[in-house]
């Protein structure tokens, strides 16, 4: 998917689903759906693997940044508070709230969308998810490649369609960053988002699987004087 998202612009909806699709599956990871093809044959589309990495704390502070300016407008995060984005992502709380606090102001509070759920509602048909969970619900790949995916389609209301969410209500917001960007720097700007999400879903996620990791560890040592004294009690048993 990294070279040709930018070329779909004006091509026909079967060439960009073609195209893209093949990309997408040399990439590998696991399945994002299917799609039809230009042929009319169902194919699968293959994720790319989103680069999830707490222990960037650059990647999360770009992430929340892009969050807030590009999805807060439209979406909310009730399950976040600006303040634990400053704690757990290291930002000071006095640039949070300069910053990336465009919903509200007092920091203790969650990520509110900036635009009123009903008016989206008659704009959109429905109004847009909370994007607090939404990489628990679909996965961190899924979520990658979806942000990857738009194309441009005259048929649809906002000029735009998805290859992984066929028909999908929500515009290319990132159509501007895109344009801006070369590809690999957009991918860049994609991941650091999706990463930001990913630690939005689950905060303590590095945390759990560093203890899960030295607890497995110590549970293996543990059966090595568990096995022998279990030996030992039972030699003389015939």
Excluded at 22 to 44: I, K
Excluded at 79 to 107: C, F, G, N
Excluded at 177 to 205: H, I, K
Aim: aromatic share 10%; net charge negative.
């Amino acid at each position: 998917m990294s070279t040709l998202i930018k070329s779909l612009a004006g091509l026909g909806l079967g060439a960009a689903l073609t195209l893209t699709a093949g990309t997408a599956f040399a990439a590998g990871g696991h399945g994002c759906g299917t799609f039809t093809n230009a042929e009319g044959v169902e194919e699968h589309l293959a994720c790319s693997t989103a680069p999830i990495d707490f222990t960037n704390k650059g990647s999360l502070q770009n992430g929340a940044k892009t969050f807030m300016n590009y999805c807060a407008g439209c979406h909310s995060a009730k399950y976040v508070r600006h303040s634990r984005i400053a704690k757990d992502l290291e930002i000071p709380p006095e640039l949070v709230e300069k910053y990336l606090m465009v919903t509200t102001d007092q920091i203790g509070d969650h990520i509110t969308a900036e635009i009123d759920p009903d008016i989206q509602a008659s704009w959109f048909g429905a109004a847009p998810p909370d994007l607090s969970l939404e990489t628990r619900l679909r996965g961190d790949d899924w979520v990658y490649t979806y942000l990857l995916s738009f194309y441009e389609d005259p048929s649809r209301p906002w000029g735009a369609n998805n290859l992984v969410l066929a028909n999908a209500a929500m515009p290319h917001v990132l159509h501007n960053m895109q344009e801006e960007l070369s590809q690999e720097e957009f991918e860049s700007e994609v991941g650091d988002l999706v990463n930001f999400m990913a630690w939005m879903g689950e905060p303590a996620r590095h945390d759990r699987q560093v203890i899960g990791f030295f607890v497995i560890l110590f549970l293996l040592v543990l059966l090595i004087p568990v096995y022998l004294l279990n030996k030992e009690f039972w030699k003389d048993v015939k």
